[in-house]
Every structure is written in C-alpha cells, then in structure tokens.
C-alpha cells in the first residue's frame, strides 16, 4: 500500500493535514489509534465540553438570571444523565463527521497504532485484531497530539482524581472540587461544575490566573471568577493529592515562595497543570527522529524533522497547543508538501478561554509590548458603556486595543466579556492585513452590537471614544 502522504493521527492537526493534501491531488492515508477520528480536541476535549460549558451556563442562568428578565421557571432541577447525555451526542455527531470528511476527499483510514519503523514506512498494528500492516509513504507525518501532564507522586483514577477527561464525566457534582492550576482547562472545567453546584477551590502555583494572557484581562477576570463563587489560592505549590478510598481526597500545598504547608478536602481533585506531547510508540529514537528537552519534536520552518520524509505538526511540535494552530499547521504543510507555499502567522493566532464571560486575545499583551521595548498606545471600552450589553445584562468586562504608538499598527487586541471568543476575530482579521487601530474605528459596525466596543476600543487609541 503505497501513498504521497502518510498521517498519523487525526486530530485538529492531523485530519486537516489529510483532507487539504487530497484537495490538492495527492493519495492520503491516516492512521488513528482510538477508535474515532478527531483526536483529543473532539473526543474528550473542546468538543464535549463545551457541549457541558453551554448546557450549565443555560442551567446558571435559569436559576440566577431568568429572574431579572421577568421569567420565573422557580428552581431549575439538573438532569446530569441528560446534560451528560447531550455531551455524547454532540461528540458522536462531530467525529461522525469528520469519518464523512475523510470518504468525501478519497482519505483512507486505518484504525490501529502507528510505528515508524523507517523513514517512508508506517506499520499499523490494526486495532480490530487483524495484525500488522505496512504502508508505505513519500512523506510521513507526526500529528500525534498531547497528553495529560501531571504532578511528581499525583495518580489520576479519573474518579477522585481526575484530568479533563474525567472531569467532563463525572457522574455526580461533587460538593468540593479543587482544581490545580488555573489555566485555560482549569477555569474552563472548573465553571462547568461550579455551576452546577460544587463548591470550587482553585490552587495555582504562580500569583495570577491564566498565565501568558493580558495581566489586566486576567486581574479583572479573577474577580468575576470570583463573584461567581471561585476561591483563588494562588502562589501555591501542590505537593501531594491523597486519594483515601471513596473517601474525600487530601491536596497538600505550601506557598511557592516557601513557608509552611496546609491540606483541603475535595470530593473530586481536577489536575490541570497543562499538557505533554505525546509520542509515544511512535518509534521515533529508532528512526532518529530529534526532540528537544520538553519532549517536542525537532522541526524547521517548513515542519520537517530531523529525519528526510518525515514531518510533525500540532501539540507535538513547539507552540500553543491549540486545535487551531494545528489545522493551520496541517493546511501550511499539505500546502508546502504539494510544491505551494503554506505558511502560518504566528504573530495571529487567536486564544480564547470560554468561561461566562469570555477571554479573549490575539497578538502581543502590555507585557509582551513593555519587555520588547516596544511603544504602544492603548485604548480600552468597558462593556457597561454598551447598549447591546445593557439589555442582555452583559455588562461585565472590556476591550483593550494596544497599537504602536508611531505606525498605529495593532498589535495586540484582548477582550473580556459575553461573546469575545466571536469579538476578538474581527481583530485578527484586521491584523493578518497589518491594520491600524484608525482602520478599526473607521469600519462601520453594526448598531447595536457588542462589537461597537471593539470599534470604541480602537477610538479610545485616539482618545476620542463617542460613549464613554
Ligand atoms: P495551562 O498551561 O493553560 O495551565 C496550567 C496551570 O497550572 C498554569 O497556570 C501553571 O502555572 C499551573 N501549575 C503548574 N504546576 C502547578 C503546581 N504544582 N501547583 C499549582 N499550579 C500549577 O494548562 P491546562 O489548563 O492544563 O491546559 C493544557 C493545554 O490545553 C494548554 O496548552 C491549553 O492552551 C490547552 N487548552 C486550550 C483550551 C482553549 O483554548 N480554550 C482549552 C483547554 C485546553
């Protein structure tokens, strides 16, 4: 069985690698492990839950917002099966999907554990018991993800002590969660069971939340977090987690500065303290194939290992890791692989937390802008100055548009608030063609939106907002 292109793994990275290397004329297989296509990011990440962020932000708002708005449903009563239930349905319909997308472009699947056992072979011991197949390939690439990190000493039994995927199928709200680390998957789980009930604590090794967004955006954000319920320790190292039995679980913490520990009880114990790449059984010391000291694959500019034929992209190569800056990986590549020219903007790349509100930024935070020396102008508009957000009560938080302070360039948009996840795309659309914040104030929007503080956000550069 011979191919131009050879992809293992198909998730974000991976099936879109395969899908825009068969548009452009080349014969394509993918080699996926579990038993779905869609990787981490349908199976038991993005997908399911934002299923849960959706159905327990709507369950929130029945029993704390409806009210406000003269809708009296008394006390909303949570059928978790159910909500669990339409979890499953939205991940079964979207890896559906992505086995339709794979058919429709002439990909061939093959369901088993992918080696590289020289550079052009793949052996894929087939997951239906059917033994080994080799097949052969011009060009091989790894697009094989990431996997849970954990703490020295901490076991995950994904009941008590659990990762993102125990957290999005737990099958009853715990009265005490306590997550560690207050990432993206921390905040993001964290709200699901929060408001469904749990009481949640949140230990975070350094002294702010959300590391690596906008240090103002995260300030205020914490605060929001806050009034709906969160408790922050924050500059806490996690020392140990004590599973005893069925019983509560103890987590040992001491301030990451030094000084005496303390313990809390949780029912269920969240670990998010980020991800790992994942490469294992690939066969990669064998072929020769470089990682650094992270255990990230080695890749040049054009996402070549150092092994000829042989490529990696997503969670497995430096970056983000995030299922988008995969799939643009995966196009660039098949792109580059088809003799085009393929090319991401890192400088571009959206991320968005999708808690209630929404975080959300693209380009250079003030930090980034003040360590690089670089002088900017900001301009920012609070959702309360919103028409659009005062009738929806949505009115907690704001737009931060930071421009250079000589060309007027945009260089970093960050949004807290209802929708900045959708909001924060006009930005990036606006910076992939090097706009100014002028250009943003100049574009027409839409009255009323909760886009009109994008717009006022930008005159605020200028200092001359019309509503504030
Ligand atoms: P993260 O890197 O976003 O956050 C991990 C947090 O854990 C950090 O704040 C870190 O300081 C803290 N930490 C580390 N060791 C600790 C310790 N001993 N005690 C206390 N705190 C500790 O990682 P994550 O939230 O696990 O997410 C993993 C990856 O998945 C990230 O790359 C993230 O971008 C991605 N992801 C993205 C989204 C999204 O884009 N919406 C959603 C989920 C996951």
């Not at 009563?77 to 339409?86: E, F, G, I, T």
């Not at 003799?339 to 959300?360: K, L």
């Not at 900045?420 to 990036?428: M, N, P, Q, S, V």
């Not at 104030?441 to 839409?446: F, I, S």
């Amino acid at each position: 069985m011979s191919y131009d292109l050879i992809v293992i793994g198909t998730g974000p990275g991976g099936y879109v690698c395969a899908i825009r290397a068969a548009q452009l004329g080349l014969k394509v297989a993918v080699v996926e492990k579990r038993g779905t296509h869609g990787g981490t990011c349908l199976n038991v990440g993005c997908i399911p839950s934002k299923a849960l962020l959706h159905a327990s932000e709507l369950f929130e708002e029945a029993a704390h917002g409806f009210k406000k708005l003269g809708i009296d449903v008394g006390t909303p009563r949570l059928d978790l099966p159910a909500m669990m239930a339409h979890k499953d349905t939205t991940v079964k319909s979207n890896v559906q999907g992505i086995d339709f997308l794979l058919k429709k472009n002439k990909v061939d699947p093959f369901l088993g554990a992918g080696k590289i056992v020289a550079p052009g072979k793949v052996e894929v011991t087939m997951n239906d018991g059917s033994g080994a197949k080799v097949l052969e390939g011009k060009a091989i690439v790894i697009a094989t993800g990431s996997d849970v990190a954990t703490l020295p000493g901490i076991e995950i039994d994904e009941k008590t002590v659990v990762s993102s995927t125990g957290a999005i199928a737990l099958d009853k709200v715990p009265d005490t969660l306590v997550v560690i680390g207050a990432g993206v998957i921390g905040l993001e789980l964290g709200s699901v069971w929060a408001r469904l009930g749990a009481k949640v604590t949140v230990l975070e090794y350094l002294d702010r939340i959300l590391p690596g967004m906008d240090g103002e955006v995260a300030k205020q954000f914490q605060r929001m977090l806050e009034k709906q319920g969160f408790a922050f320790k924050l500059g806490q190292k996690v020392t140990s987690v004590a599973p005893a039995g069925n019983g509560p679980v103890t987590v040992t913490f001491e301030p990451a500065a030094g000084g005496g520990g303390e313990t809390i009880a949780a029912d269920v114990v969240l670990v998010a303290v980020g991800r790992k790449p994942y490469t294992d059984g690939l066969g990669l010391d064998e072929v020769g194939v470089a990682r650094d000291n992270r255990g990230r694959v080695v890749t040049d500019a054009h996402y070549a290992t150092t092994v000829p034929g042989i490529y990696a992209i997503g969670d497995v190569i430096v970056g983000p890791m995030l299922a988008h800056k995969a799939e643009d990986e995966g196009v660039a590549l098949a792109e580059i692989l088809a003799g085009q020219h393929g090319h991401v903007n890192y400088g571009v790349i959206p991320g968005v937390v999708y808690t209630m509100p929404e975080v959300a930024a693209v380009g250079q935070t003030e930090e980034e802008l003040k360590a690089a020396g670089i002088a900017y102008r900001s301009g920012k508009f609070p959702f309360t100055a919103n028409g659009r957000a005062k009738a929806t009560l949505h009115t907690d938080g704001f737009v931060k548009v930071l421009a250079d302070a000589a060309t007027d360039r945009v260089l970093g948009v960050h949004i807290v608030g209802a929708g900045a996840g959708d909001l924060i795309h006009e930005a990036a659309v606006l910076m992939e063609f090097g706009g100014s914040s002028e250009d943003l104030a100049r574009t027409c929007h839409a009255h009323p939106t909760m886009s009109e503080a994008v717009k006022e956000a930008a005159l605020a550069v200028d200092k001359r907002p019309i509503h504030i």
